[in-house]
């Protein structure tokens, strides 16, 4: 399903670029486990901004955050939030969570399905373009991302 990081027909994965790219997503649903938590999780088989699928790193992140106190009473932005994992875990574990990731409707609206999956309000959504300011009305304590530069 998942074939790799890019489309078929772009030429990173051996593709001439030249095919039709079709119009329809596709989507699977899996069950992800981040420490304790079982979670379900739609990814897109594509995505132009790579917001498609759980990256490995929000395994470790989730694990630091749940072993790290600290993080306690925070107000926490997940930059990248892609399938909006990390920020669900969070907000099961009873965290204060707002997700972002970019200005793509389709994206906000994963996070959102993927919430709803889980029997979870979703949290705030911040499309964002990588550049322009945040809005004001949020406050965060706690940044965290994960595999956000990936072609670094």
Do not use: C
Request: proline fraction near 3%.
């Amino acid at each position: 399903f998942v074939g790799g990081l890019f489309g078929p027909d772009s030429d990173e994965e051996g593709g001439d670029g030249a095919g039709a790219v079709s119009e329809q997503q596709e989507y699977e649903t899996k069950e992800i486990t981040l420490v304790d938590e079982t979670l379900l999780i739609r990814q897109f088989a594509f995505h132009s901004k790579n917001a498609n699928f759980i990256w490995p790193m929000n395994h470790e992140l989730a694990r630091y955050i749940v072993e790290n106190e600290s993080f306690g009473e925070k107000n926490i932005l997940e930059l990248g939030a892609a399938t909006g994992i990390l920020a669900l875990f969070l907000k099961k574990k009873g965290y204060a969570v707002v997700t972002s990731d970019y200005a793509d409707e389709e994206i906000g609206d994963n996070i959102r399905h993927n919430f709803s999956l889980n029997n979870v309000e979703a949290v705030p959504h911040i499309p964002h373009t990588w550049g322009d300011l945040f809005p004001s009305t949020f406050q965060f304590d706690i940044v965290v991302a994960s595999d956000i530069l990936l072609y670094v």
